[in-house]
């Protein structure tokens, strides 16, 4: 009985909140190498920051589609508009990165 309670929980649960955490990760990544390479003008800080922005975008979008799925299908029951502000602000923010 446990075991059948716990797979309910677990498809409750936001698809979009993991894959938005390792986005911003990335972004707040990019900041930093940039900052670093604008102190050192180190090339090596250039690459990185234009590898993490360029994972920050492919995992951001993934996280979008995955906000729009548990939005569209029904997943989170009572929390849907919760989901609207966070999807119009990852929305934003993949623009202006």
């Not at 994972?55 to 799925?69: Q, Y």
Request: aromatic residues 10%; contains cysteine.
């Amino acid at each position: 009985m446990a075991r059948a309670r716990s797979v309910l929980v677990a498809a409750r649960r936001p698809l979009h909140k993991t894959p938005m955490a390792v986005a911003n990760a990335c972004f707040v990544g990019t900041l930093l190498t940039d900052a670093a390479y604008w102190q050192s003008a180190e090339m090596m800080w250039a690459d990185f920051s234009a590898w993490l922005l360029l994972a920050g975008l492919l995992v951001g979008v993934l996280a979008v589609l995955a906000a729009l799925v548990d939005l569209f299908t029904d997943r989170l029951s009572g929390e849907a508009g919760r989901v609207w502000p966070y999807l119009l602000g990852s929305l934003i923010v993949l623009v202006m990165s």
